[in-house]
């Protein structure tokens, strides 16, 4: 299949020819809802910790008469059904969440987003993006230029530096290069802008 090239000022300069394995793949949601809920369990800390009934610096004296007051028995105030009690089951600060993604089944639930992209025309091509000064206001003009708005994630085959400390103070965009994309970017962000160069890297990655 072949994809639509533009230049920085959003005219159409000329075709470039893909894979259909990479973007041109049938779209599959269970897979793509899988990879992304891995890529997100993967990231987390698992460091979170809640006290038991054990570690809760209360008094273990018996609060209040067993018979005689109405109210239901209780032992200690650290008990679980009571406020400031410690938990029931509690998280110890060493789970483990990650979840085990095959490699043939990363690489597929990614082209099947970029194919969905693709599909959707929220995958624009260009020929390259550089910026001549760490200036916000060039990266902008630039990605206003191409006749996108919102929120948008560039892909590059490589980044300078002018270029990343341009994109640093714009919230809504987000620069990385081919080899940092991932599924939750790609499927969190409503346009995805690649250059020539990254789409072949991200072929050679992927195909």
Same mark, same amino acid.
């Given at each position: 299949?072949e994809? +639509? *090239?533009?230049d920085?000022?959003?005219? /159409?300069?000329?075709?470039?020819?893909? %894979?259909d394995? =990479?973007?041109?793949?049938?779209?599959?949601?269970?897979?793509?809802?899988?990879?992304?809920?891995?890529?997100?369990?993967?990231?987390?800390?698992?460091?979170?910790?809640?006290?038991s009934r054990?570690?809760?610096?209360?008094?273990?004296?018996k609060?209040?008469?067993?018979?005689?007051?109405?109210?239901?028995?209780?032992?200690?105030?650290?008990?679980?059904?009571?406020?400031?009690?410690?938990?029931?089951?509690?998280?110890?600060?060493?789970?483990n969440?990650?979840? +085990? *993604?095959?490699?043939?089944?990363?690489? /597929?639930?990614?082209?099947?987003?970029? %194919?969905?992209? =693709?599909?959707?025309?929220?995958?624009?091509?260009?020929?390259?993006?550089?910026?001549?000064?760490?200036?916000?206001?060039?990266?902008?003009?630039?990605?206003?230029g191409?006749?996108?708005?919102?929120?948008?994630?560039?892909?590059?085959?490589?980044?300078?530096e002018?270029?990343?400390?341009?994109?640093?103070?714009?919230?809504?965009?987000?620069?990385l290069?081919?080899?940092?994309?991932?599924?939750?970017?790609?499927?969190?962000?409503?346009?995805?802008?690649?250059?020539?160069?990254?789409?072949?890297?991200?072929?050679?990655?992927?195909?």
């Amino acid at each position: 299949m072949e994809l +639509k *090239v533009i230049d920085v000022k959003g005219q /159409a300069a000329t075709n470039l020819s893909v %894979s259909d394995e =990479v973007f041109g793949r049938e779209y599959n949601e269970d897979l793509v809802h899988q990879l992304v809920t891995a890529y997100q369990a993967n990231a987390r800390a698992g460091n979170s910790k809640q006290k038991s009934r054990c570690e809760i610096a209360k008094s273990t004296r018996k609060p209040f008469a067993q018979k005689g007051t109405g109210r239901a028995r209780a032992g200690m105030a650290s008990s679980p059904l009571w406020r400031g009690g410690g938990k029931i089951f509690p998280n110890t600060g060493e789970e483990n969440y990650t979840q +085990k *993604v095959n490699r043939k089944m990363y690489r /597929a639930g990614f082209a099947a987003i970029l %194919s969905r992209l =693709v599909s959707e025309d929220r995958l624009v091509v260009i020929e390259d993006l550089t910026v001549d000064a760490p200036k916000t206001k060039l990266l902008a003009d630039k990605i206003k230029g191409l006749g996108i708005a919102g929120r948008v994630l560039v892909i590059t085959d490589s980044m300078d530096e002018n270029l990343y400390l341009s994109s640093r103070n714009l919230p809504n965009v987000l620069v990385l290069e081919a080899y940092q994309a991932d599924p939750v970017s790609l499927v969190r962000f409503p346009s995805v802008v690649v250059t020539r160069g990254a789409v072949a890297k991200i072929e050679e990655m992927f195909a």
